[in-house]
Each structure stands twice: as structure tokens, then as C-alpha cells.
């Protein structure tokens, strides 16, 4: 029997309500398919912080070097000085694990969801790979004569040929998985011309590769076109910054951030998975919050460490429930946090067991 390990840092806000039905979900297709999971919960998070001044101690972290998945809830607090939590929790383990891609599937599991006017199932099913350790997020930032008048901020974005590139294969390496094989590059290289990187960079890994097609949006074009013709996209790879922004349009496009999930990957390592969303603070402990998202994360986790079939049985399950319309939706007031998870624990059983 496969057995895997796995740490949780179910969060803040409505991080720990949705990780608890995730792990519902998750621990019944362990049973169901016949796999372990050894599981690791941690405190961390903004509570944790502000009750021990402890965000990430070295130690767990290095327990969570060894495992072969982190879950993350939700992380985000607003009693605290911004990016503070962010950088300790998220950051940091996207730097320190080196989780250099950061995998978002955009996929339309039921017209009813999408509010674009007359898109189908088949027209919204794309793959974002964002680079996920250089870009804008590297840090490098400051300011010089803070508070005066002439006061100067700054912030670099950073990228290595190296970094670019094992990016841009993995999405050239998701796009042979699929039947479009069809991979987009977008970039700012017109404005960013560093990003001339990028264009040659993507140009010579596409000649390893031609089985799979190529198209090329400038960031501001690709939100239009995720709009306009999303059914042009089949994989896209992009930059960190860019990536975070056209991801959050990518998942109002498939119904919401209560949908949307990511995996953070480092290829063969520890990685992290983890919902699109935030902590949504206001409704911390309502039952109010969707824990769809957080499944599917969970879904996304179980393929990563091998157990395929289970990871695509409660995807199928996730859909099937959309379709049939017993999950109404994933908006306040749709269904309470747990009520959403009986439904889906429900028909996997049913799925599974028949
Ligand atoms: C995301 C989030 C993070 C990001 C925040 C919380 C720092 O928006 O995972 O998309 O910008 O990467
Ligand atoms: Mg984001």
C-alpha cells in the first residue's frame, strides 16, 4: 500500500474550515483507493504569530523538507503588517522549497458557472504555468529617502536563463499531455525588453519540441483575449507577477475563486498545494466559505504523489456534482462549508463503492 507524508498549515481565516473538508474528502479516497497518508498538521499561521511571535520555526521546516506534500489553507490576516505572514509562509516555502512552477488549471467544469456569455465547457479548459521564484517576487526592493518629499521606491524584477527555461519546458512538457499541444507565451517584452529573455528563451525550446504549437500575447493582450476568445488557450506559461494576475481572471472564468486550486511544484520534491483564494477574515469560522476549492487543491495533491486515480475521481466527482446540480455553486449562501463537503464525500463513496 502507497503511503504518503504530508504536512497541513490549514491557516488563517477561512483556511482551516475548508482544509478540515479537503481532508474529509481526502482521507476517504485513501480509503477508498487503498493508500496511507501520514499527516503533519502545524499551527502556523497569523493567530500562531500573534500568540508566539513564531511564523515558520527552522525546525518544522525542515520536517516539511522531508515529507512529499504541503497543504496550505488560506493565509492572510489583516491585524497584520501586509506581506508579513505572506513572505514567512507562502514565500517561503515557494523560495526555500525552490517550488519553481506554480500550476493553475483553468478549466470549466459547467457552463452555469462561467459568466461569459455563450462558453462551453470545451472553450474554457486551459493550463497556466507560472513561474513561481523570480520575476517581480524576488525581493530585491527598497527605498531610498523614505518619508521626504523625493522619496525613491524600487523593486527589481529578476531572471535567470536557467529559471526561465525549466519553466517554459514544463509547459511545453504539460502541453505534449494534452490534445491541443498547444503552448502561449506571455510576456511585456515590447515595454519589459529584458523580458527578450523570455522570446528566446521560449524560441528555443519550442525547437525541442515540434509536436507542440506555439502562440505568443503580450499580458495585456492575453486579458483580453481570456475574455474575448478564451478558447484560443490550451497552455499558457508566464511570469510570476503576470501569472498571479491572469490566474485570479482564469478562475472567475471557471466560477470563482471558491474553484480555482494550484500546485506549487518542485518536480520530484516536496511540493504545495494549495486553493487560489484567500483568507476571506470576515467569514472565518461562518461555514459560509466554499471548500471546493480546497478539494480540488487536495485533488491536485493526491496526483502529484502518484494516486492518479483517486485524485481524478474526486474531479470527476467535483464535476458530476456541478453538472447534476447539486452543487448549486461556490458563492456565500450556495451551501454551508460542510454541507459542500458531505455532497462531495457523498458521491465519491457512491463513485467508488457503486
Ligand atoms: C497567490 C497569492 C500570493 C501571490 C500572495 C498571497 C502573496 O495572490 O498565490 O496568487 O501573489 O503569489
Ligand atoms: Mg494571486
Redesign the pocket.
Known sequence: MGSHDIAIIAGDGIGPEVTHEAFRVVDAAAELFGFQLNKTAYPFGSQHFLDTGEIWPDAAFEEVKGMDALFLGA??DPRIEV?KI??GI??KA?FDLDLYL?VRPIKLYDERLCPLKGKTVEDIDMVVIRE?TEGA?TGTFGFAHKGQALEVASQTMVWTRAGVERAVRHAFEVARTRARKHVTLIDKANALRSQDLWTRVFAEVAAEYPDVATGHDYVDAACMRLVNTPEDYDVAVTT??F??IV??LGAMLQGGMGIAA?ANLNPGKVSLF?P?H?SFPQAAGSQTASPIAAILAGALMLDYVGEKEAAAAIEGTVIDLFRSGELKGVEVGDHATAEAGDLVLGALRRRVQG
Do not use: H, Q
Request: without cysteine; glycine residues 20%; proline residues 0%.
Open positions: 493565509i492572510g506581506g505572506e513572505y507562502i514565500a515557494r506554480n513561481n517576487y510570476n507577477l501569472g498571479d490566474t485570479d494550484s494549495e487560489i484567500g
